[in-house]
């Protein structure tokens, strides 16, 4: 089924579009869910609550073109997915502290070795799940949901400087990680 009738019926309430969008997206958006919260439990949760506000907001939803639709559900995943860190009282990473020595636009973890880029996905996505919170949400919406500084300040109600400073640590973290992974003979 295309996405554009898959809208349509969704639109208009019909069950059978609803399981077909959950069978087709659910993967990729538990993925979403995954980078924010860190227990698969949570995650599973965080799915379902998404889903349900998917389903309630589709009314609203204004499709745009061809992936327009995953776009607009991955952003609600995300939203319910800091919600649900919040609910959960997992926010110490709205107070963590700003980190001196910040450069205004930090470069993306970068190394000689030509071997970086064969460090398996699954090990470098458990170096962003060691991440402190804070760091790995900023770095999580900078990255994958590509979100300027402006927009994570402004969904995680801090300031711009708070979200460069995480972004920062987290990228001198992951290097200081890829270094050690690459060190020690994976």
Aim: aromatic share 10%; charged share 30%; with cysteine.
């Amino acid at each position: 089924m295309k996405e554009e009738e898959l809208v349509s019926l969704c639109r208009q309430g019909d069950r059978a579009a609803f399981a077909a969008l959950f069978r087709e997206y659910s993967p990729v958006l538990m993925g979403v869910c995954r980078r924010y919260t860190v227990q698969e439990e949570d995650s599973r949760e965080v799915l379902q609550e998404g889903f349900e506000k998917i389903i309630e907001g589709f009314s609203r939803f204004e499709y745009r073109g061809e992936g327009s639709l995953r776009a607009w559900m991955s952003r609600v995943m995300m939203n319910r997915s800091l919600a649900y860190m919040k609910k959960k009282r997992r926010t110490e990473y709205l107070n963590e502290p700003l980190y001196d020595n910040l450069i205004e636009d930090p470069v993306m973890v970068e190394s000689d070795d030509p071997e970086t880029g064969h460090i398996p996905e699954e090990v470098m996505m458990g170096f962003i799940m060691n991440l402190p919170p804070g760091c790995r949400t900023v770095l999580n919406m900078y990255l994958f949901e590509e979100l300027d500084h402006s927009e994570i300040a402004e969904t995680l109600n801090i300031s711009k400087e708070a979200t460069a400073a995480r972004l920062y640590r987290a990228r001198t973290l992951l290097k200081g990680m890829i270094g050690n992974y690459l060190k020690n003979g994976k």
